[in-house]
């Protein structure tokens, strides 16, 4: 009879196989890219000059917080243990070509990232607290009409708030208390409870203090991160050429048996890296569009626009740098695994002696805030469901929960936020095709007005957008 792990094992391999969510993910990133003429590529600069540079909307607009916050809580929910243990777990089974593959996941999902959150925004609604609610349980009931707009909805809902138990809350905490143990000896239950009461914190306050949170945290975070990857690439600069050289070649042709890497096939480089990718980056996922709902915006695309920018810093900024100090280094040839192995990496060079405790305490502040962002996205599709009374209740259990993942077994947790991530990503990349016409229609209507996404946005005074 199979044990519980190996049911789950295969449960995450049936949603990640060839037949099965990788070709819809992608498909569906690469159909929205062509539909709306590359817009991550097209709009990307003035993306992020209003999502970075441009922190508020003048005359600010409908909202809880600012658009900046929304980024930020975005990028606080995607920046977690998927940049450290997600990209080391991605070439430690798919080999050096699953970096490639997370790259693709980033490019197309960005046009996947930007469609819901332009949707998030479009079909938001004020709950009972007088707070915007939104994302792909609100959208999916309201644009599309009829049983299967409202099946679509309820089950992004029940998934989501699922799985923020397991992508936002234990995988991040048993990385948390993992690292900590190896770097510091720290027992893990110290770590657990320590997680507990800080989160609690946060949560108490609700979306503007975890805004204000990630707003300051955030940029911090991963500005000294990428500045340490800097430091370690310095010092293998002769190596990086054929790092990419070898992620190139491996994506499409495997990478041989070599160190303690015992080899991997291209269907495995593929399946990581995209399997990876959307953890990191949650991109189709919806989630991102939860928050967006959020955000003072004078009009979705605008909102869509910055909320795409979060992709692009995730996966093609974060993710590539750890990647390359993991090739670079050559610590994907040994035996270390997750976390270890980015400790590992980082403490080649300049780090040698401090780059295990680098890797640790990025870890303990991606995760905390990844844990604080899924909450508060957990906590909205709960509340969608059984209403504001079951918020405080889901807080609770969200904060309890901490504890359990920071005892629970790291294979395990990652195996079911695999197959729970599948699963609320279906019906929302299910909805993104659907409503790819409006996504598109209204899309252009706003940038043929407001090409440049001048502030104050007079192209909106004769502009409203149908439903």
């Known amino acids: 009879m199979e044990t519980f792990a190996d049911i789950v094992d295969s449960a995450a391999g049936f949603v990640w196989g060839p037949f099965f969510l990788i070709p819809l993910l992608l498909g569906t990133g690469l159909f929205l890219t062509i539909r709306l003429r590359g817009l991550q590529f097209r709009k990307l600069g003035p993306a992020l000059r209003l999502g970075l540079l441009q922190r508020k909307e003048v005359g600010g607009g409908e909202g809880d917080i600012s658009h900046y916050q929304a980024l930020t809580t975005a990028l606080a929910a995607t920046v977690g243990v998927g940049n450290i243990a997600g990209v080391a777990t991605a070439i430690a089974l798919g080999g050096p070509g699953a970096l490639f593959w997370m790259w693709v996941t980033g490019l197309v999902g960005m046009a996947s990232k930007y469609s819901e959150a332009f949707l998030g925004s479009k079909f938001r609604v004020v709950d009972a607290r007088g707070e915007q609610r939104g994302g792909p349980q609100e959208y999916l009931k309201q644009a599309i009409s009829g049983p299967f707009g409202r099946i679509l909805a309820v089950s992004f809902a029940i998934f989501a708030a699922l799985a923020a138990f397991g992508i936002g809350n234990m995988t991040q905490t048993n990385t948390i208390a993992a690292s900590l143990d190896d770097q510091f000896g720290v027992p893990p239950l110290a770590s657990g409870l320590v997680i507990m009461v800080l989160v609690g914190i946060v949560l108490v306050g609700g979306i503007k203090r975890i805004g204000a949170v990630t707003a300051s945290l955030v940029p911090t975070m991963i500005l000294l991160y990428l500045l340490a ?97 993991i090739i670079t280094s050559g610590a994907w ?110 899309t252009k209507a706003y940038l043929d007005r407001d090409p440049d996404l001048t502030d104050p946005p007079s192209a909106l005074e004769d502009y409203v957008p149908s439903r």
Request: hydrophobic fraction near 55%.
């Open 229 to 325: 990857g800097i430091l370690v690439l310095g010092a293998n600069v002769t190596a990086i050429p054929g790092a990419f050289a070898t992620i190139f070649t491996d994506a499409f042709t495997g990478t041989a048996a070599t160190g303690g890497f015992v080899g991997s096939t291209v269907a495995l480089a593929l399946q990581f890296g995209v399997a990876r990718g959307l953890f990191s980056n949650e991109s189709g996922l919806g989630s991102a569009a939860i928050v967006a709902a959020a955000a003072k915006s004078h009009h979705p695309v605008r909102q869509g626009l910055v909320s795409m920018t979060q992709t692009f810093i995730d996966t093609l900024v974060v993710v590539t740098f750890t990647g390359l100090v």
């Open 333 to 442: 040839t040994g035996s270390a695994e997750g976390a270890a192995m980015t400790a590992e990496a980082m403490s080649s060079g300049p780090l040698s002696s401090v780059g295990g405790a680098v890797v640790a305490i990025a870890v303990v502040f991606f995760a905390l805030s990844t844990v604080i962002g899924w909450a508060y996205y957990g906590e909205r599709c709960a509340t969608t469901l059984f209403g504001i009374r079951v918020s405080l209740p889901y807080r609770a259990l969200f904060t309890l929960v901490c504890l359990v993942g920071a005892l629970w077994e790291l294979e395990l947790v990652w195996s079911i936020a695999d197959v729970l991530n599948g699963l609320m990503a279906l019906p929302n990349l299910i909805g993104l095709l659907v409503l790819s016409g409006l996504i598109v229609r209204e």
